[in-house]
């Protein structure tokens, strides 16, 4: 079975400040790993994935995560945020291969960024 | 293309009622998958379909159920509604299996 866990409930942090979400899983076998984002009141808009090859993926507004196998981990990092990236952030796992390739999700961590 | 669509947005019912959700797929995807999520709460698996037939389960109790058509849109029946209940319910489609795509949700309250 496969997880996923999401150290940090809510991540506070002022605009155009650095920040970065935990993300960590486990499985048994090789993975995809995604981050999804939830705006209040709406469904989950695919941020970015891995799926295979170089492990530092990057989605159109400047968030990033690193796939690291060593580790466990795939955290979300943006070098500078802005009001409107405050939301609640989801990291899912699924297996690529001899597994279910359904998505499972962590608890989600509420990025919320202050003026 | 249109995305992925649910119906209805919210939807009020009380202990013991039986509810409906619909889902429409994107255009050409033959899965989907319904997720519950609570509030505070990431999402939670129920179940999903591959061309009409069901391919997997979460831990959900018999009293939820589901349909996939021809044209792959799906339904999410759930009997004898209890207050635990009450969450987002999400859709989601998928040609490939890295790739999902997910609807605004129903937001259903039980009271």
């Known amino acids: 079975a496969q997880s996923v866990t999401q150290l940090d409930s809510q991540v506070p942090v002022f605009e155009e400040a650095p920040v970065e979400l935990r993300c960590n899983y486990s499985?048994?076998?090789?993975?995809?790993l995604f981050w999804y984002v939830q705006y209040p009141n709406q469904g989950l808009q695919l941020l970015l994935k891995?799926?295979?090859?170089?492990?530092l993926v990057k989605s159109i507004n400047g968030f990033e995560a690193e796939f690291n196998k060593s580790q466990t981990s795939f955290h979300l990092r943006k070098p500078s945020v802005h009001i409107s990236d405050t939301a609640e952030y989801f990291c899912a796992v699924s297996h690529a291969s001899g597994g279910s390739y359904i998505p499972t999700f962590g608890r989600g961590t509420s990025l919320i960024v202050h003026p | 293309e249109t995305g992925v669509t649910q119906s209805p947005t919210h939807l009020i019912k009380t202990r013991g009622q039986q509810v409906t959700l619909r889902c429409s797929s994107q255009?050409?995807?033959?899965?989907v998958s319904w997720y519950q999520q609570a509030l505070g709460q990431g999402p939670q698996f129920i179940f999903q379909y591959y061309r009409e037939e069901e391919n997997g389960r979460g831990n959900f109790p018999p009293r939820f159920s589901g349909l996939q058509f021809p044209n792959y849109s799906s339904e999410l029946n759930v009997n004898a509604l209890e207050l635990d209940d009450s969450a987002l319910y999400l859709c989601a489609s998928s040609l490939a299996a890295s790739s999902w795509f997910f609807g605004p949700g129903t937001r259903l309250t039980v009271l």
């Open positions: 255009s050409g995807h033959n899965t």
């Open positions: 891995y799926l295979s090859g170089s492990t």
């Open positions: 499985s048994s076998v090789s993975v995809y």
